[in-house]
Each structure stands twice: as C-alpha cells, then as structure tokens.
C-alpha cells in the first residue's frame, strides 16, 4: 500500500515542478472539475465549466451579476461526495436563489491516502485559482461577489486557491478545516488570513493532541469560532450514534463517525436556513473563562453571528469565539452569565456540586437546567455560564436547587451542608440585559438535597446600556480581548 503511497507522491512532486514551469492560464493541467449545481437538482452534476471555454458558462446558464459560492469537499473514502454536498448546495440556493453554486470535485485525488490527498491541496488550489483568474479576466467577474467553502482538506484548498489568484477573493469559510499536517504547516500551504479580504473559520473536532486532531486546532482566520469548546460536539457521542442507527439504519454511519467534524458543515447551513434564529458567538481568550460565563460581552465586536451573516471585523490578532449550541438544527441557544455570592457560617468547600437553576421570563420557562460547580466555597463569589435553547424573553424569576449526590453519601447525611443567598446577579448573552435577582426575605438559605430557593427581581437594577455591535462598534478595526 506504502508503495502506491510513495508512487503517487513522486507524481505529485513531478506534477509540482511542471506546474511551476507553466504560463500564463495554461488550462491543460488542471484535473478539478467545476459542477455547476442547479436549485432544481442540487444533487447531480449537470453542466460542467470548463476553464478556457467561454461557451460552457452560456451552457450552464453562469449569472454574470450574482454571486458564486464555491464549495471544496475534502478527503472522501468511498471516492464518492458526502451527503453533505447537496444539503450545502440546497441551502445557499434556498438563501440566495439567483446565485451560482459551484462544486468542485476533485473526488480522484481526494480518495488517496491522506498524506497524498493533502499533499495534493497544493494542486486542487492551483487548479481553483486558474480557474477563478479565467473568469475574473475573461468576463471581469467581480471577485468580491466569489465566496470560497472548503470543508476538511478542502479548507486548505480553498486558502491555497485564494493565495494564488491575482486578485483576492471576497470571503472564504474554513469548516473544520483538517488538522493532520497541517497544524504547524506554513501559512503558505494552509488556509491563512491572508488568502482572502475575509476569513471565517468553524472548529468543532479538534480534539486529542494538535498532531492527532482531525480539526485544525490554531485559529487560522480573521475570525475562528469554537462551538462547544471545539473539541467534541453534542449529539455525537456513541450512545446518541447507535440510537440513530436503530432508527435509521446503518446507511449513515459513514456520517456519525464523522458527526464533529462534519458539524461545521451543518452549523452553517443552520445559519442559511434559520435566519431568524441566529447562531452568537463570543469572544474568549480562552474555553475556561467561556465555561465561567466571563466572555458575554458584545461591546467592541467581542460578539458576532456565527456563519452566512458574519460581521467582518478584522482584527490583528486571531479572534477566537464560543458559544454553546443544542444537538440538532436549529442549533441555537441562549446564554446567561450567573453570578452568587455563597455567605456560610462555617468554612466549607465543597466541590463538583450538581446544581439546577430554573428560568421564568416574559415569554417562556426553563425549567431545571442542570449544571455542576467545580467549587463552592463560603463567602466566595462564583461565576458560571448557562444556557436553554428556550427563549424565555426578559427574566423574571430564578430558582436555584443544591442537588443531592447520585451516590449516598455518610457525610452528606450527618452534616447539613448550607450556604446563604442574597442576590443572583445574571447577564443575558443574546439582549446583553443584565438583571438582579433578590430574596423575597432578605437571605434563602440553599441547603443540599432540598427545595429550590427562590429569588425574584430585585426593586433596584442596574442601568443597562443599549444592545451592543451598534454600527459604531461594527466599524472598529481592533478591538480588545474580554475576560
Ligand atoms: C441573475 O441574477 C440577478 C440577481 O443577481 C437576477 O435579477 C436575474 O434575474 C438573474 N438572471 C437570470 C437569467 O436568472
Ligand atoms: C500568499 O501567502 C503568503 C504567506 O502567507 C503571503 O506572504 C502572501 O502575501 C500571499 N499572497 C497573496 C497574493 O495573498
Ligand atoms: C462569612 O461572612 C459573614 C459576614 O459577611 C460572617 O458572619 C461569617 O463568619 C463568614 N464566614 C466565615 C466562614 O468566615
Ligand atoms: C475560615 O478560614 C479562614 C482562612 O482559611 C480563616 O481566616 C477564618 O478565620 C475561618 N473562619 C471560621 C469561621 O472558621
């Protein structure tokens, strides 16, 4: 196997240095097809342009005026396109339906071994490239109405292709881009910031140490957003996978072993498709300090829509950004920071306490939302971050419960662990409002493995500003870090 492996990288080095030697918008070289994809049949390739064939992109019926998407699939297995591809397709026509979808399918090169696959971004970059310089001087396309989408490998390939073209590109959007040899690669080599006037990068399985990662783990565009830390995503742990597989059967294994990593993919269809839900994401430097609810701020650009509409604030330093999302689309959710002072008489700490919070607002009710403390500790001040996928609109009442622990515990039962409550301070991600919750009685005292304790809008509140990423903020270049 090693030895097709080896043959086919001495082709490609071979195929390097002739491409090198090569002019101006020589079109022999290049292997990437260009399916242009049609609303009607976003599932088949129907007409194919063809770089240096003016007449194929009469054929196809190109759109001169709209804009194009152009969609990179990455390493494939089974030399076939994922299932993905027409769902992608589908969603950018339902969203902009006057515009040109393209797929470029380089399906041969993409189904070698994965060090040749990647090593063979370089040349499906180049082959972009051309491609993209053809239609900009042959009919003066405009390049701030192309949108590069490249998935996986594709990634990179779509951060090569932007590098070379002569111009730059408008936008590109790296989803998961792949980790394995390219996470300490050159800027040249992977998808970078500079390859186009835009850069947005989703992250969501970038798990393991950086060389094992199948997601790239370094922020590599203006902005890189973690959902979910990044790491590993909800709805893809195997007990969720063998109950999808009883329900519909082994035909989409394929796609629940690589249900992170193919989660950017449907982030950003979500963000195409339920416009009026829209996706936040925030600015942290670091999952930590996201976990603790520190990062909800929207002053300054530290907040912004994750996905299709992205605000493009460019920064010198990568931007880093989390949120939290449910396990299915619609994946947004709403987040709170909390804030409570535990007063005790005694010195007590305790920690990994299971705690449940529920949520009462104007619109709708949360009940029981589950979350577990690393500490608590008496007359200290914690702060974390929850989240519900419900929209309860503004806040009215928070009840709070000090869980029991799963397993029986003697201490549990002979000391009466109790902290007091005067207020819960909590800060709404989405309306940026903050709210001051009091006891009805001054104190409640919260005690483990009893009632919930109470706590209502205190009659004094603090002064909240307006909503921010005001057009003001938006226009910042820099702004920065939170936390
Ligand atoms: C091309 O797209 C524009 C919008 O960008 C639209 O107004 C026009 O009808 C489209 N032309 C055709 C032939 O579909
Ligand atoms: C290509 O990438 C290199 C390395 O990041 C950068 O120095 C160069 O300016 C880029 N060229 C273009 C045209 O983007
Ligand atoms: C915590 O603070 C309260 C007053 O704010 C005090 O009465 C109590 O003794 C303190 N507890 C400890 C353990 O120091
Ligand atoms: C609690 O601990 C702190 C430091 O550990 C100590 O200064 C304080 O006196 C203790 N309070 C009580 C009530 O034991």
Redesign the pocket.
């Given at each position: 196997m090693w030895r097709k492996a080896l043959l086919a990288a001495v082709c490609l080095c071979l195929r390097w240095a002739a491409l090198g030697a090569e002019g101006k918008n020589n079109f022999e070289g290049i292997e990437s097809k260009f399916s242009l994809r049609t609303p009607a049949e976003p599932d088949e390739d129907v007409c194919y342009l063809v770089p240096g064939q003016v007449n194929s992109l009469a054929r196809c019926n190109f759109n001169h005026t709209s804009k194009t998407f152009v969609v990179i699939h990455g390493w494939t297995v089974t030399g076939m396109y994922e299932s993905w591809v027409p769902k992608l397709v589908d969603a950018l026509y339902k969203r902009e339906p006057d515009s040109n979808v393209i797929v470029v399918d380089w399906l041969v090169r993409a189904q070698e071994h994965y060090p040749v696959s990647a090593a063979y971004t370089r040349l499906v970059g180049k082959d972009v490239a051309t491609f993209i310089d053809w239609m900009e001087e042959e009919f003066n396309y405009p390049l701030n109405k192309l949108h590069l989408l490249g998935y996986s490998l594709g990634a990179h390939a779509a951060g090569i292709a932007g590098n070379l073209t002569k111009k730059k590109v408008n936008r590109i959007t790296g989803l998961d881009p792949a980790g394995p040899t390219f996470e300490y690669a050159d800027e040249v080599t992977r998808l970078s910031p500079d390859d186009a006037e835009f850069v947005d990068v989703l992250h969501t399985y970038t798990r393991g140490s950086p060389d094992r990662s199948i997601g790239i783990q370094k922020p590599v565009g203006h902005i890189d957003i973690y959902p979910n830390g990044g790491g590993f995503q909800p709805g893809c742990n195997l007990g969720e996978a063998l109950r999808l597989i009883a329900e519909k059967g082994l035909g989409d294994v394929d796609q629940l072993v690589k249900c992170s990593h193919e989660r950017s993919i449907h982030l950003f269809i979500d963000s195409l498709l339920n416009e009026e839900k829209p996706s936040m994401a925030y600015r942290c430097n670091t999952k930590e300090a996201f976990e603790k609810g520190l990062c909800l701020s929207c002053r300054k650009n530290r907040c912004n829509n994750l996905g299709y509409k992205v605000n493009r604030v460019r920064t010198k330093r990568n931007t880093k950004m989390y949120l939290k999302t449910r396990a299915q689309m619609p994946y947004k959710v709403f987040h709170y920071q909390v804030k409570i002072h535990f007063f005790g008489?005694?010195?007590m700490t305790k920690t990994n306490q299971p705690f449940l919070i529920s949520l009462y607002g104007t619109l709708d009710e949360s009940e029981n939302i589950g979350f577990t403390l690393p500490e608590v500790s008496?007359n200290k001040t914690f702060s974390f971050l929850i989240y519900t996928e419900v929209d309860i609109g503004d806040l009215l009442m928070v009840k709070l419960q000090w869980e029991k622990d799963t397993f029986f515990s003697w201490s549990d039962w002979w000391t009466p662990f109790t902290f007091d409550i005067q207020r819960i301070r909590m800060k709404s991600g989405e309306t940026q409002k903050k709210v001051v919750f009091c006891s009805r009685d001054g104190t409640s005292r919260l005690s483990k493995g009893e009632e919930a304790a109470i706590f209502v809008k205190c009659s004094e509140q603090p002064a909240n500003r307006k909503r921010g990423g005001t057009k003001k903020a938006s226009k910042e270049n820099s702004a920065h870090e939170s936390a």
């Open positions: 008489k005694t010195n008496s």
